[in-house]
């Protein structure tokens, strides 16, 4: 027996683990080694466009020639599938060497608890404990491979879903908040960066969405929610401002198609403000 398995081993007598959840860590720590980045994808609320959000930057991330890994760890909101034009598809739990995740193109894979859902509005009532152990197994018993990033989209708030990653994925390399100007969503924003100082893990920066928006019909620019709220925080939080991306109506037409802004408006303002926020998240990651 090696260091690493004597210590392993020490470990699981320690924890009074069974057989199964020692071989399930052991399946985790393998995992996780394999994986270069980590990033959290959070809210302080809803409706502020964070998977939106998440689906471009894990697509981005990917058009950049980097290997991807999307983790969609909203078990009751599952929409990354949706966002990706891959709902309706299912894992396929045959194939030797354990469960694979989606592959959407060549660079980027998927695991959402939409591809376990045989009707897509099946509510899904599982309480904390269950919710932790499906992510475990997202984590552990799919093989992701040698991935560059895994980006994991979170459910709104600082309950369950983030909590149990952070704890599953000792080094994660950081969060990225995302929130909207208006002061509601704003103080939902900022109880997220107290949270990531909570836990220990680095605040890679803020992302304000639905900043601005230009009229189609006249180009003047209408400021719906604000401007300028997310930077102030992240300026008066001492954390990174990321950017900020405007409001156009294509953004939504390409989620519920299934189609990745980035892919299908590559020159335009909202793809610029991306492009932008995923060369920093990536000089981020890099430094932490």
């Not at 900043?211 to 929610?225: A, R, T, V």
């Amino acid at each position: 027996m090696n260091k690493m398995d004597k210590k392993d081993f020490e470990l699981h007598r320690k924890q009074g683990e069974n057989q199964e959840q020692y071989e399930q860590r052991l399946r985790l720590r393998e995992n996780l080694s394999r994986i270069k980045n980590t990033l959290m994808i959070i809210s302080g609320k809803g409706g502020v466009g964070k998977t939106t959000v998440a689906v471009n930057l894990a697509a981005g991330l990917a058009r950049n020639g980097l290997t991807v890994g999307l983790l969609d760890a909203d078990i009751h909101g599952p929409n990354v599938a949706l966002m990706l034009g891959s709902e309706g598809r299912r894992f396929d739990a045959a194939r030797a060497g354990g469960i694979k995740p989606i592959l959407v193109r060549p660079r980027l894979r998927v695991v959402s608890m939409a591809f376990l859902i045989e009707d897509p509005g099946q509510a899904v009532i599982w309480r904390g404990p269950l919710k932790m152990h499906m992510i475990k197994q997202f984590l552990s018993d799919f093989q992701w491979g040698e991935l560059d990033y895994l980006v994991v989209d979170l459910p709104p708030g600082t309950g369950d879903e983030p909590l149990s990653v952070a704890q599953l994925i000792p080094d994660l390399k950081g969060a990225v908040i995302v929130t909207t100007p208006q002061k509601v969503a704003l103080l939902d924003g900022r109880k997220c960066v107290d949270f990531t100082r909570k836990i220990k893990v680095p605040a890679l920066g803020i992302i304000e969405n639905m900043s601005d928006f230009h009229c189609p019909h006249c180009g003047k620019e209408i400021k719906l929610f604000g401007r300028g709220g997310g930077e102030a925080a992240a300026r008066d939080l001492g954390v990174p401002f990321l950017g900020r991306i405007p409001l156009d109506p294509r953004f939504v037409i390409c989620s519920d198609t299934g189609k990745p802004f980035l892919d299908e408006y590559p020159d335009s303002e909202v793809a610029h403000a991306l492009n932008n926020i995923i060369a920093g998240i990536s000089a981020g990651s890099t430094q932490v």
